[in-house]
């Protein structure tokens, strides 16, 4: 039988997200897994900040995936872009979005979670996020950092990333934190460490979703 | 001064349902009122029904609205599909979806709202659309048709019409219906006759809060 | 034809907000529209504070409008004092209630409102009402500027406006604001420039409905 | 130290709906408790049927407890009219709203409650009041028997009531019942015992609370 | 006829706790009405705060009402441990929980109830309370007070319970709190004359429901 | 470094069931992924029906936990019976409960989650489960099969399955289900096929869940 491959796709162009993604899901390539590949979206823009940066991508991933035959999909993008539009050209083949991923281990950890929010504009994506998941009486609210994609996924940001968790915990009464954004897994655990409750990288969290889906084939 | 005026986009390529829109909302043309300009977009497909049909048309109608100076824009598709890029594109000028539209004004004259929907398919957006707009306690659900949008439009629907008002009337005990397309106008006084709660056309609401926007600027 | 007319209905007593009101909606009065009249209701308090203020004009709210031939009425309080009993004495005519109207007018323009209320005493029914419209998911909250209804038709109450809506973008994360009365709409651009996110008038908001359903006989 | 007194307005003239009401709170007149008087509103309707019914009769109970100086009051229509208004006429002292106190307590005893409606027209406030409550995520809907308030309080209606409870748990899936007026105590253990799940009637409900109130002073 | 018994257990070994439930009931001790029997539960701990602590007396509280011939039961314990188990072992007879009965009375109070909770471990109990009783839309938010169930009776507490309340009401927009302990009734009217809202005893409330409902048989 | 182990604990003592379950998982017992250990609990019920049976469990769950040196835990009956205090005793562990699990996975399939319950007195259950996890709006609801835990490891049942998946379905309007049991893992694919949504089986996605939280060590 051929080895099963789960494709993940940055919907951006920055390299330095895709390679921070790839490094990020490095502990789920295990033996008598699927493999895990990690591409970035030649169409896309170098970060997804406006509604229009979300919505420019979502055809373009409808189109990658139509044509891959990958076993699995995970859009690595917080906005979870296209993720309905994605599936229906997935044909039965498990989509992944690494919000909703990201949000639902969240709150099998906490009561209220916050969200790290890239910037202001991406905030109101979050908002409608928790409403139409349904998980709205669990979402204690987001904090930005005003910082792009490329950004998080460097050294400098960790101290705004700290600051913005400790925010959430303190004035938005959250008790666990998603990670708004697919670049900032080297900072998940100093994070945690410093605000004192769990933080979720979610790209992490829809790879290995996206393992068991592959495996129980459901 | 210029005469103020509004686009309508119907973001389907279907003339007659471009046609039947720009029917619907002549009541909303004054003397001292804003032009209403209805047009299609040769990019769309047909009829919206996929998720990825709806997707489809989002890119172009943000191209459409940057590039036209139009005083406020109306979505003509009950998906509302691209809302909030469309409204970054528009650069503070006033953008009405139908379906955000129709629904409020159903809610001044009912406790809970029903949807005519035309597909299956098109169920389960309207069913995340009454959670990101946060009134899913009022919906009380959708009723499928099994039609085209371009179908809608035409005479032979209409016993099908009420079926669904009235299913959504007895079964999910709405007790004001929103038609969910914007070519169904010539149906709506004859199907509120026969179901005996209010129906609403979401283009004509939509259009009238326009006329609204441009009005007051706000 | 007969011209069409909608009356426009303060419930209280003080001229200067019923006179504030006629102003807010001078640029709805357009050739070919409706006529609109504004008028205050002799029986109601001078302002309507307490919750036995608002209950009190609802049966001369009800009287007024059962003998009145308008085509619609609009109920010019914040608290939509009789909405329903008013609505059925009216006979199928439109009536619309400023609150419901600048309500679902904020949720077209951010995700969260919030209402500059006149005293504490009117917060409370503020929040009840964002319970039964069933938009309490985006209800930002309410903040008192300690005013009659009277004094919000004067030039001294902005600062405090001002403050207040500030308030609730920073406090409560409001990012549309609607105000709590009928009779601030000299304020509203002011206070939309001062704190940056959308400011709701809500008596022209309902004006305007009205407006759309006498077109549309809907 | 003088008897501590309970008064319970009965919002309608029906005197047999006034009646059963004092028959159906005997039970709660104890030795040691507080004096439980009930009577009728002269200036109500003869029953409360339309929004209208139930506006009518707010202003009358407002004076009705100003004038009183009883240490507690319970408002014996199920539309709870005029509850808030009330509250603030009695200084302090407790009011309770047989809808509330009835509703609360069928939450104790089972997941989702219904409501045996008197009529469509107050099937509409039930769906209200279940918003404006916050309970809305507990409530299994109202059923209608087309009945009048006086109606209720006789034999006749037994069997409409029955098939409106049975229609409560098999169409609706409620699990407890409320009845939606205080005229049918006489009818709640028959009606229990023929559906199978409990069957609260408000008006015992409301003095039972009104007991607890007066003795805690709370 | 023997007369009528209720009996409240306090899930916790503390005969402080135990002792000042009794002395907070002491109102509820009429000629008419039941017998209210106090007693603590050998096998709990000192104090509920874990959530281990909370499940640990589930069973113990189950044989105890099993074995005991007491006409209603009241659950002495602000998480309401074993509410459903105990109401299946009870066979019918009535079992109040202090917090069920504590927060639906202070929803009668006020738009927005806070709790004044022992410890943060506790608030997470609150919060899924709120959303399993279905009136999380009404819930301010929890305070803590980082104390033990036996500090809470004495009387050193007192400002810090004041200073969480008041909290309550200033950060969290409460305008009614509930303490969220039952041995903490001594400070009851102390508090709510500080910060200027009600205060609600849960305890309290849970007996004098159990009154009604052994007085109603429902 | 040692081999991680997860262990799945059937919290009833059905060798059927336990055997039902380690089938169930066996696809996720891969070369480089951690141990999947299957055990029943001795001390438990021979199935978990009322809510008595779920809450005997919890503290033999709890002391199981506390002496097992797992390196993460499976709560694998679908009341998650002791899902927090579990959570205190694993000291940082990952828990996971297959009702959460299977639910959430749920949630990325469908807008609305049906299940498929043993009785009608764990449909109650789930209708608070659904209320504590705050995806009540997107609950179908729960059709009872009238089993024991026992008889659905076996064929006999699979046509009584599909009843019910189809119930939800048709009656309330589900688009994916979850089968509300540890022991139906061998129906899931053939009910999925007979009534055309996606089919959860929980145990095997609370394994999955756990496997990538063993991998990630979040």
């Given at each position: 039988?051929?080895?099963?491959?789960?494709?993940?796709?940055?919907?951006?162009?920055?390299?330095?997200v895709?390679?921070?993604?790839?490094?990020?899901?490095?502990?789920?390539?295990?033996?008598g897994?699927?493999?895990?590949?990690v591409?970035?979206?030649?169409?896309?823009?170098?970060?997804?900040?406006?509604?229009?940066?979300?919505?420019?991508?979502?055809?373009?991933?409808?189109?990658?995936?139509?044509?891959?035959?990958?076993?699995?999909?995970?859009?690595?993008?917080?906005?979870?872009?296209?993720?309905?539009?994605?599936?229906?050209?997935a044909?039965?083949?498990?989509?992944?979005?690494?919000?909703e991923?990201?949000?639902?281990?969240?709150?099998?950890?906490?009561?209220?979670?916050?969200?790290?929010?890239?910037?202001?504009?991406?905030?109101?994506?979050?908002?409608?996020?928790?409403?139409?998941?349904?998980?709205?009486?669990?979402?204690?609210?987001?904090?930005?950092?005003?910082?792009?994609?490329?950004e998080?996924?460097?050294?400098?940001?960790?101290?705004?990333?700290?600051?913005?968790?400790?925010a959430?915990?303190?004035?938005?009464?959250?008790?666990?934190?998603?990670?708004?954004?697919?670049?900032?897994?080297?900072?998940?655990?100093?994070?945690a460490?410093?605000?004192?409750?769990?933080?979720i990288?979610?790209?992490?969290?829809?790879?290995?979703?996206?393992?068991?889906?592959?495996?129980?084939?459901?």
């Amino acid at each position: 039988m051929t080895r099963r491959r789960i494709l993940v796709v940055n919907p951006n162009s920055s390299a330095s997200v895709t390679a921070a993604i790839d490094e990020a899901v490095a502990p789920l390539r295990i033996a008598g897994g699927p493999d895990i590949e990690v591409v970035g979206l030649a169409e896309g823009p170098p970060g997804i900040s406006s509604q229009r940066d979300a919505d420019s991508v979502v055809m373009p991933l409808v189109n990658r995936v139509t044509r891959d035959d990958a076993d699995a999909f995970v859009l690595a993008c917080f906005s979870d872009p296209g993720l309905h539009a994605v599936r229906e050209a997935a044909g039965g083949r498990p989509v992944l979005g690494i919000a909703e991923c990201g949000i639902f281990r969240a709150l099998m950890l906490g009561e209220r979670f916050g969200v790290i929010a890239l910037s202001p504009s991406s905030i109101r994506r979050q908002q409608r996020m928790a409403r139409v998941m349904g998980v709205d009486s669990r979402y204690a609210g987001s904090w930005s950092v005003g910082a792009s994609a490329a950004e998080t996924a460097g050294a400098d940001i960790r101290g705004r990333l700290v600051d913005a968790g400790r925010a959430l915990v303190t004035q938005c009464r959250a008790d666990v934190v998603v990670m708004g954004c697919a670049g900032m897994a080297s900072h998940r655990a100093a994070i945690a460490e410093a605000i004192g409750v769990p933080v979720i990288e979610p790209a992490q969290q829809a790879v290995a979703a996206a393992i068991g889906a592959v495996l129980l084939n459901t």
